[in-house]
């Protein structure tokens, strides 16, 4: 069933590193020339210390409106009881300066242009067979993720269902 839900959508073309770095130049580790805070419409919880919330995130000043916009509209959509029953609020990241895991290439998260959600549940190496967001309670939420210019690793790579990554550029 959940290989199924993976495979009717239309693959994308992703951007590479390559691209990144030309439309944004080089990340820094600190990314303070293109790092912005923003306040989130519902708080999010620590995946790693589930007790403390947050209300903020650091993301790219680029990405402020359309990561603004989907949360919102995942709020709107889903409602905040139902997003915490699902776990959408755990937060895994979004501003990190590192290289992807396992090669050389910096990791979109190293400009803050992508957010990790419900990372426990739904890890690197995980496809839509055991991920969680492979379920289809999930695709309205990866649906607004596409509709606001990110792409899912999940639905497009079929692993690390966890990331959602700004590519409308």
């Not at 989907?70 to 937060?91: A, H, P």
């Not at 992807?100 to 890890?123: C, F, K, T």
Request: proline share 4%.
């Amino acid at each position: 069933l959940f290989l199924i839900f993976s495979q009717k959508i239309k693959k994308k073309k992703m951007k590479t590193t390559k691209d990144f770095i030309k439309k944004y130049g080089l990340p820094t580790e600190t990314g303070k020339l293109y790092l912005k805070t923003i306040p989130t419409p519902f708080p999010l919880r620590l995946a790693w210390d589930k007790t403390r919330k947050i209300n903020n995130i650091t993301c790219h000043k680029d990405i402020v409106v359309p990561l603004t916009n989907v949360l919102n509209e995942i709020l709107k959509v889903y409602g905040y009881e139902k997003i915490v029953s699902l776990g959408i609020d755990l937060y895994g990241g979004c501003f990190n300066f590192r290289k992807m895991r396992g090669g050389s290439d910096y990791s979109v998260h190293s400009w803050g242009l992508a957010i990790d959600l419900d990372p426990e549940r739904n890890q690197l190496k995980e496809t839509s067979k055991t991920a969680r967001f492979a379920r289809p309670e999930y695709k309205k939420m990866i649906d607004i993720f596409y509709k606001h210019g990110f792409v899912s690793l999940g639905r497009e790579k079929n692993y690390d269902w966890m990331h959602f990554q700004y590519e409308n550029f």
